[in-house]
């Protein structure tokens, strides 16, 4: 039943070494995104993907970037992670704009 | 710039009472107000959702309001369960980016037994 799926659910790394998180959609929607959550806020956008075209918003950090190699999966890249980093990260899906976000569970990052 | 304001940030009601979250939004051109609950460790999961040619909708026991003069749209929740314990967020649709929404700061809504 799960439509949003992100690996792993917890991830430790340590100060400024890569680290790649994983999501896949069995939905099949056009659109991924990645947000970013801390703790007690509201989610962030980081950046969208409309089928292969790339959408990063304005301020996010040239750290974060993102693969999407075909309809179901979406990767966050994060080059090197500061402490500033940890966080909640959210995958989503949705059919198009201004349409229900299909959230996946998460995966809750920790920097040492 | 753009920004929804919501309120409270943390509701505490009895089992069996309403639960009424209200947010206000800043841009005029904003056409789509969805509801979000998360709960611990969980993504945030739709609840309702409402359009600008809309005043009102509801599910069940969940219903959403719009005035789109004042601005303000409101989650109504009755006859709350435990299960209904979760941070709620209010978002509005950002004129010039379809994908992006301005999320408010969220409500913990506590169910008190």
């Known amino acids: 039943d799960a439509m949003v799926i992100q690996n792993p659910r917890y991830q430790v790394t340590q100060f400024g070494k890569p680290v790649t998180l994983s999501c896949s959609q069995t939905?099949?929607?056009?659109?991924m995104y990645w947000y970013q959550q801390k703790s007690s806020q509201a989610p962030k956008l980081l950046f969208h993907y409309y089928d292969k075209d790339f959408n990063n918003e304005a301020d996010t950090p040239d750290n974060f970037q993102s693969r999407r190699p075909n309809t179901s999966f979406c990767f966050l890249d994060i080059r090197s992670p500061g402490l500033g980093d940890a966080a909640m990260y959210l995958c989503?899906?949705?059919?198009?704009?201004?349409?229900?976000?299909?959230f996946g569970s998460g995966t809750q990052l920790s920097v040492l | 710039g753009e920004n929804v304001e919501q309120h409270p940030s943390t509701l505490s009601v009895q089992e069996g009472d309403s639960a009424v979250i209200k947010c206000t939004y800043s841009d005029s051109a904003s056409n789509y107000f969805p509801w979000y609950k998360q709960e611990l460790g969980k993504g945030p999961q739709l609840i309702i959702d409402?359009?600008?040619n809309v005043g009102e909708k509801k599910d069940q026991r969940i219903a959403v309001t719009l005035n789109k003069t004042a601005k303000h749209f409101s989650l109504h929740i009755t006859e709350t369960q435990p299960e209904d314990s979760a941070v709620y967020f209010c978002?509005?649709?950002?004129?010039?980016?379809?994908?992006?929404?301005?999320w408010g700061a969220g409500t913990k809504l506590i169910i008190k037994p």
């Open positions: 978002a509005a649709s950002r004129t010039g980016s379809n994908y992006q929404l301005i």
């Open positions: 989503a899906a949705s059919r198009g704009a201004d349409e229900k976000l299909f």
């Open positions: 939905l099949n929607h056009n659109v």
């Open positions: 409402i359009r600008s």
